[in-house]
């Protein structure tokens, strides 16, 4: 929803299309981008139902615009997942649906959650995740407040500091010791801090699963 984690987003999509047809083919999409902060007004004054409003007008005008299908780019808007699907007569992809179908293909039985302390807070997502029968396990609240404050202050702003990138992977090592087999990145900012290679788990992120859920719909046939 940041425009930081929208260009990666958009990266990733026309990177993806690249490497799967080859030559100078790209991304087929239309791209509608919010305000950042009216929406978040809206869930921090709970309103929800504003925000929803706002990603409803939106998906309609990426169905008039022809979009077969629609990704909402954000976690923490997954709150609004069934007013936004209830605009359209397109699919709208769940991200939590995606991240169950990786997690069951790559053995994740029991994922750690990180992301914004509204998901963290609010089970909608988790929930998703648990009715396909993945354990979410959720990092002490101190975390969670640290880690909320990591994306917020910092990395919409790509701020990326060595300290919080330390921080957030001892969350994650914690997450292990007490029984996580793999973990989620579940705010797409999280994805400029963290990669595989800064640990052991096997660490998922929910920019590369939309993507690689988007791709798989769009290159179907």
């Known amino acids: 929803m940041s425009w930081e984690s929208s260009a990666a987003y958009y990266e990733g999509l026309n990177k993806g299309v690249q490497q799967r047809l080859g030559g100078l083919h790209s991304a087929k999409l239309v791209l509608t981008s919010v305000d950042f902060a009216e929406v ?4 921090e004054q709970d309103r929800p139902e ?3 409003a706002t990603l409803a007008k939106a998906a309609q005008g990426l ?3 022809g979009a077969d299908f629609i990704l909402i780019c954000s976690t923490t808007f997954h709150i609004v997942y069934d007013e936004v699907a209830a605009a359209v ?10 991240v169950a179908d990786k997690c069951k293909a790559s053995g994740i039985t029991a994922v750690g959650f990180l992301g914004t302390a509204f998901t963290a ?4 997502f988790a929930q998703r995740l648990s009715d396909h029968g993945i354990d979410v396990n959720l990092p002490d609240p101190l975390h969670v407040e640290t880690i909320d404050s990591i994306i917020y202050d910092e990395l919409v702003f790509r701020t990326v500091p060595a300290s919080s990138r330390r921080r957030v992977i001892s969350v994650i090592d914690e997450l ?3 029984g996580a087999d793999g973990v989620l990145l579940g705010a797409t900012e999280l994805s400029l801090l963290v990669r595989q290679q800064d ?3 096997p660490v998922l992120d929910v920019i ?7 791709l798989d719909r769009a290159l179907a046939d």
């Open 50 to 52: 504003d925000a929803g």
């Open 199 to 201: 640990v052991e788990v």
């Open 208 to 214: 590369t699963v939309g993507v690689e859920a988007a």
């Open 121 to 124: 807070e609010n089970d909608f």
């Open 176 to 178: 292990w010791d007490a």
């Open 89 to 98: 007569s397109v699919p709208v992809v769940h991200l939590a649906d995606a």
């Open 63 to 65: 169905e008039a615009a």
């Open 40 to 43: 978040m007004d809206a869930l």
